[in-house]
């Protein structure tokens, strides 16, 4: 009887003062895409961000940009980032991280030419063979890689 009441007043809250509501009640998140990119020959890229914490080395992506789906936005973010289409997207995984209050959507996608452009943000693009990962790669995203390559994609080991 409570739920009903609860859920009648509800209701009848203006639309403007119900999203307020919710947007200080719900956690924010921001929401990224990256993917494994591989190549014919079984790599997969990787890049060396300026910005980015540690080491640097990464897998790419980027944040999504308000009103952007996650395929487009990864797509755009290659297309910035190092001048790079991709072919046979689809996703991998998804992550939720609590410090950066940060949910990522991992695709993986075959490389459609090279990637011959670098943008500001990034130091150097490198393909790599799985067993040859940069020791200074952090251990989720070699996981990723493992995980995206086990499962049907084709290496050239």
């Known amino acids: ?4 009441l609860v859920g009648a007043i509800w209701r009848r809250i203006p639309g403007r003062l119900k999203y307020w509501a919710v ?22 890229l990787l890049l060396h961000h300026r910005f980015r914490p540690g080491s640097g080395w990464g897998i790419p992506g ?8 996650p395929e487009a936005a990864l797509r755009r973010e ?8 991709i072919k046979d997207l689809e ?12 949910i990522e959507i991992v695709f993986r996608c075959r490389a459609l030419g090279e990637t011959d452009q670098l943008s ?11 067993h040859e990962l940069p020791k200074e ?3 989720d995203q070699a996981h990723l890689i ?3 390559l086990a499962d049907g994609a084709e290496t050239h080991d």
Request: hydrophobic share 45%.
């Open 1 to 4: 009887m409570l739920k009903d």
């Open 23 to 44: 947007r200080f009640t719900q956690p924010r998140f921001t929401v990224t895409a990256a993917a494994i990119v591989s190549d014919d020959a079984g790599r997969v």
């Open 62 to 69: 980027g944040f999504v940009e308000q009103g952007e789906q």
């Open 78 to 85: 290659l297309r910035e980032e190092v001048a790079l289409k």
């Open 91 to 102: 996703l991998l995984s998804t992550r939720a991280f609590k410090r950066a209050k940060q």
């Open 120 to 130: 500001f943000e990034i130091k150097r693009a490198a393909w790599f063979y799985p």
């Open 137 to 139: 790669l952090p251990a």
């Open 146 to 148: 493992k995980l995206a």
